[in-house]
């Protein structure tokens, strides 16, 4: 296996939330409850991701102009979300972990230099998954503390960089690490020479008010009594879940894409097929087309396979809270399928029906179900082939733009310990419709999926 390019590190320093003009932004001392939404992900392996932009400039210009405008639009940014500064942690004598900042605290960036080909990296052709890996940064966890998320800036020089950012899942989902970055990318493409932009817009300010969210009855102690027997008993480690894959085979990053009439084309064939009435969503044909080819390309071997997503609750609680609320607040959806039915002609079909039946029963529990969500999906996983999501169309990530252009190409590296497999709107405009796929499977696996993947839609076209 061909060793990755190197990434030299230049600098790795703590940056401390702060208003224009102060030292600091954060108070002495502060705590931020946990509710069941976060607790569920406590240990789970951080989500990684990566945006690159285009910067064909000389470094003088990367050191001089661009790098202290974004580490100064990160510490007014952090003002606003200054929990991120802080720390997780689980006292003896506190029933849940909760998150902890204390005046001095302030989030990891990274800063390096690669002699990848940015370009390489940047486009949509496949790429060797240890490159992407140097270009975003650990959390800094053990038994005792877990920071919430931590950043890297890396220099292709006289190409462009790119914005690492890994974060704690029991502090952010998606949504929430998203809110994060625009805000950021508002303050640093708002900064300029004369003046220095602190404030934010409304739909870019957070809340970290717990208080919205409604827990039921039990779900918190539930998940943090299976925390502390795993490994335990009264096991408070918060070291997260290794999910690397342990074989070394050659793995290979890929992006697909499925544009407007690929996405419409699927769903007038499940209309067509489905006996009885179903939902047809972007989502639930993407997913259910990728699995199709994913389970043809590898053979799955296991006789039941588990594809497992998130389902924002923001908006499905009772009371429902802003979309600006920070923090996890997710809910995990379950759909089983037969083997034998994803291998057949409409493997397709039974994806469909598999993710169809999964998000009724979601909907129909609401949060009734909540506390057995960690034991069922850990259950299932011994038994069943195991697949994920990771991200969404609509977060619209590429519309995140610190003032040098819309990103060149994002992906989410943690698919790559995960196996899950991402889903971001299509780099052509979160308007054109289409959606695009990121997945890292071994050299043979990928090679098959593709096939099946390019063929499937010529022949439904």
Known sequence: MAKAAPTKVLEVCRVAPRLEGTAS???????????????????????????????????????????????????LTLHHFFPLAGNIIWPPHSPKPFIHCVSGDGVSLTVAESNADFNVLSSSDYSETQESILLVPHLT?????????????????NSGFSVGITAHHAAMDGKSSTLFLKAWAYICSELDESSSCSSLPENLIPLFDRSVVKEPSGAAEVFSNHWLKEGGPNNRSLMLWDMKKTDQVKRIRGTFQLVPSNIQKLKQIAESKLNKKVHVSTFSVTCAYVLDCLVKSEQTKQDKLLFAFTADCRSRLNSPIPPTYFGSCVGAVKAVAETKSLLGNDGFIAALEAISDGLKRFEDE?????ERWISDMVSLMETHRFCSTAGSPRFEVYGIDFGWGRPKKVDIVSIGETGAFSLSESKNGNHNGGIEIGLVLNSPEMEAFSALFHEGLSSSS
């Not at 470094?59 to 102009?65: A, R, T």
């Not at 966890?141 to 020089?157: C, H």
């Open 366 to 370: 609401g949060l009734g179900e909540a």
């Open 25 to 75: 932004a954060a108070a002495s001392e502060t705590s931020l409850p946990l509710t069941f939404f976060d607790m569920l992900w406590l240990r789970f392996p951080p989500v990684e991701r990566l945006f690159f932009y285009e910067f064909p400039n000389p470094p003088s210009s990367f050191f001089h102009s661009l790098l202290p405008k974004l580490k100064h639009s990160l510490s």
């Open 141 to 157: 966890v053990s038994d005792e503390k877990a920071s919430l998320m931590t950043l890297q800036i890396t220099l292709f020089p």
